[in-house]
């Protein structure tokens, strides 16, 4: 089997390592990809392959302290922003102009953040998401329970990481795993180069959070029905407080939290982000060449 045609660059802006796979398609406006928590672009690849068969080039982020890059790194959730924004820069200064930005949980949360504050995306794709400010948010772990003292939770995680910045804490520790993989079917993922825990200082710093609500490109929202994490009231809810010069709501048949990794809801949201980009300007090349994604 031919190895995967895509060039690794590492970047080193604002004292922050992190890497960018650029898969090329020739003529082609890029989509960005940013990854959910603690994965990276190795775990999607249905969906990067869904991106470069409906016409994009792709760009997905290895953020700091995730894949390719030293998982012992320091890091915020302002530093994974940050990431996002240099991407887009080292992308303009290679010469691509026509950007648009897609994330998956994690992901969707910093594909909004980046939308928030470029003027120069084309579009913005998040497959779930919330701003972490938002009540909702809460509901999403394990202190759903304690949703009326949101404020003394971020209070508490902000003493602790002061006090234990590194200590190590795994998904489960404020995440249902169960949630996470219900209704997910034909998945297509492996575990190489994730992540088994974040440090309690990043936790803290994404309870934190505070992202604008005016996004400055269109808005067009993918979720499944039958997500038990990112429920469909959690993202009505996301949605409606959302402004944008225009935004959609898309819901996925199945899938659960997991659809970004399931390649026939893949390819349908490549398709649309694709038919939404044209129309917005963005160029798509669909090339003749099989590339070496294409088994998904």
């Known amino acids: 089997m031919n190895k995967p045609a895509f060039v690794t660059h590492k970047l080193s802006a604002h004292n922050r390592e992190l890497r960018l796979e650029l898969w090329p398609n020739h003529g082609a406006g890029v989509m960005l990809f940013y990854p959910g928590t603690m994965l990276s672009p190795i775990q999607y690849r249905p969906m990067i392959a869904a991106l470069q068969q409906a ?3 792709v760009a997905a982020v290895h953020f700091t302290g995730h894949g390719l890059n030293r ?3 320091d890091f915020s959730f302002d530093d994974l922003r940050q990431n996002c924004l240099d991407a887009e820069l080292w992308l303009r200064d290679a010469g691509h102009v026509h950007i648009a930005v897609c994330g998956h949980s994690q992901g969707g949360i910093l ?3 980046h939308a928030a504050a470029s003027p120069g995306l084309t579009a913005a794709f998040p497959i779930t998401g919330v701003l972490p400010q938002m009540r909702e948010a809460i509901y999403l772990t394990r202190f759903a329970g304690l949703a ?3 404020a003394d939770i971020e209070r508490i995680f902000c003493r602790l990481a002061r006090w234990l910045p590194w200590l190590p804490l795994p998904l489960q520790a404020y995440l249902d795993s169960w949630r996470i993989i219900s209704g997910a079917r034909r998945t297509v993922s492996n575990r190489r180069k994730t992540r088994l825990t974040y440090p309690l200082s990043f936790l803290a710093s994404l309870f934190n959070t505070r992202l604008p609500e005016s996004l400055r490109c ?3 929202f993918f979720s499944a029905q039958n997500d038990a994490l990112f429920t469909p009231a959690i993202i009505q809810a996301t949605f409606d407080c959302l402004k944008a010069p225009s935004k959609k709501l898309i819901w996925l048949p199945g899938g659960g939290h997991l659809a970004a ?3 026939p809801l893949c390819r349908f949201m490549a398709r649309t982000a694709a038919s939404v980009c044209a129309g917005l ?6 090339s ?4 070496p994604l294409e088994a998904y």
């Open 55 to 57: 016409g994009f080039a």
């Open 71 to 73: 998982h012992r790194a």
């Open 111 to 113: 594909a909004l953040a």
């Open 148 to 150: 009326d003292r949101r």
């Open 218 to 220: 269109p808005l067009y």
């Open 261 to 263: 990794m399931n390649p």
């Open 281 to 286: 300007g963005l160029p798509l090349h669909l």
């Open 288 to 291: 003749a060449y099989k590339s």
